[in-house]
């Protein structure tokens, strides 16, 4: 059983006041009242938020391939002063999204800032590229690895095949879907264990790194900043990485009206999340280097595997397991989250009406959850995943430049806009800028992949023309909407 969800209002006249879809009547409207409103219930606790927010970041890519950055940068010093610059920029970032998650009360993430920023077309075309592709695509990169690593124990003398990795991988994500629809409680728990669960497979290799410094290990440390150097062309790509592997610390802002004491919990979960995953990054990536030299590790397939093999011996069995956790925390979290940014955006009248109802006694937004469901087994079975990600991960960081930027404009445009947690100015102005640039030199850099992604963006625009603002739709369109 589903109902509408109630709807949360904000002052000042902005979007966001539920003037649409899923407003329960006032008390002196005259309209019958509802027996009880259904809203989604405060379940996340500062821990809970927390291991959102860890265990959407850590996914496979810190214990797979940290390669990307080596190779765009050309030096062992340079690759890890990227790792550092990528963790405080993204703490940058995360610290402007607890400002907005502290004034702007109202689950949906990005979408929900563009929209009380800049009004419902970007907001729309936001949510459009990230509902018909980049979750899908997303999800379903992550599951695969998730996949792969799970049947690694069982397949350790041969290939394993790829049909077995791509049902392995759609078990997997329909567990993940059936896990978020049925129960908010049992998926936060999950999340924590498999949060835990990341940080123990760190710790595995970063204790073994620092006995490997004690010792003395440090030859590949030596002459540090010694190789190619860095291009124009290759360090935008780089940060790509960076960022790319830090992404996820906005998640807990999709879920903000689910969140205990926000004002207070937002900010708290966000810097402690960051300080620990830019720790761990970097650590990792020490560790690393103390065992393996940059050649080996550029032609490493999976550098935990690597590693563990030449400092663990059998032990090195585990790291795949972990690794496997590892991506299913990811799946899980990041599931969780977007699914609250489809029921905002179906709730503000830009998705079809099922997709801001509530089951009843789960109170769980489940139209939201599986809507993902059949596009991320299309985008499985059928898409050539990684080209889409390439496409699009431009789009993402045009967007959380453009939110950042959005708080810059409400400085001005609401300055009485009650702010529990304020960010000095400079941090939001460096952020933005970063994104833009990293934005504009992938243009440069490459131009196919970028052009062929902002190309895909820009069909939200004519599909918010046709499905928001065209007032003259067929009956059967309506209908079809949910209108």
């Known amino acids: 059983m589903l109902r509408k969800a109630a709807v949360t209002s904000l002052s000042n006249g902005s979007y966001l006041q539920g003037q649409g879809n899923g407003k329960l009547p006032s008390m002196e409207s005259g309209q019958p009242a509802q027996e009880e409103k259904v809203v989604l219930k405060k379940k996340v606790t500062l821990l809970r938020g927390i291991s959102i927010i860890i265990g959407t970041i850590i996914g496979a890519g810190i214990f797979i391939s940290p390669k990307g950055i080596l190779k765009n940068t050309g030096s062992v010093g340079m690759s890890l002063t990227v790792w550092t610059v990528c963790g405080i920029l993204s703490l940058f970032g995360a610290l402007c999204y607890a400002e907005l998650g502290t004034c702007i009360k109202k689950s949906g993430g990005h979408y929900t800032y563009i929209l009380e920023a800049f009004g419902p077309l970007p907001a729309f075309v936001r949510v459009w590229v990230e509902l018909l592709i980049i ?170 595997v690597t590693f563990a093999e030449r400092l663990m011996g059998n032990f090195s069995l585990a790291v795949p397991v972990f690794v496997a956790l590892s991506c299913f925390g990811s799946m899980n979290g990041g599931i969780f989250a977007v699914s609250r940014m489809f029921f905002v955006a179906s709730r503000e009248g830009h998705l079809p009406e099922i997709l801001s109802m509530i089951h009843v006694r789960k109170h769980t937004p489940l139209p939201a959850v599986i809507v993902l469901h059949p596009l991320t087994m299309i985008m499985l079975f059928n898409g050539d995943l990684y080209s889409l990600l390439n496409f699009l991960s431009f789009a993402r960081w045009l967007f959380i430049g453009l939110v950042v930027a959005g708080l810059i404009y409400l400085r001005y445009k609401r300055p009485d806009m009650p702010r529990p947690f304020k960010v000095p100015l400079f941090i939001p102005a460096l952020f933005s800028f970063t994104c833009l640039f990293m ?4 243009l440069y850099s490459d131009p196919v992949n970028t052009g062929i992604g902002f190309a895909i963006t820009l069909t939200g625009v004519p599909a918010y023309y046709l499905f928001i603002v065209w007032d003259k739709k067929p009956k059967w369109f309506r209908k079809l909407l949910g209108k």
Not at 156 to 164: D, G, Y
Not at 201 to 217: D, F, M, N, R, T
Not at 244 to 251: D, K, L, T
């Open 439 to 442: 934005v504009a030199l992938s």
């Open 135 to 304: 979750r899908p695509a997303a999800t379903a990169v992550i599951s695969l690895a998730f996949g792969r690593y799970i049947l690694e124990p069982f397949f350790m003398q041969c290939e394993i095949p790829e049909l077995a990795i791509k049902l392995i991988t759609a078990v997997g994500i329909t567990l993940v879907m059936v896990l978020n629809s049925t129960s908010v409680s049992w998926s936060a728990r999950i999340q924590i264990f498999l949060t835990f669960c990341k940080l123990v497979a760190i710790l595995i290799i970063i204790v073994p790194g620092v006995i490997q410094l004690i010792k003395g290990e440090t030859r590949h440390f030596k002459n540090a900043f010694a190789g190619n150097d860095a291009s124009v062309m290759g360090l935008p790509l780089a940060f790509y990485s960076g960022m790319y592997a830090y992404s996820g610390w906005f998640y807990l802002n999709f879920v903000t009206e689910e969140v205990e004491n926000p004002e207070k919990n937002i900010p708290l979960a966000i810097c402690i999340s960051m300080i620990i995953v830019t720790v761990g990054y970097v650590l990792t990536n020490v560790a690393y280097f103390t065992t393996i030299s940059a050649g080996e590790l550029l032609l490493s397939k999976a550098v935990a």
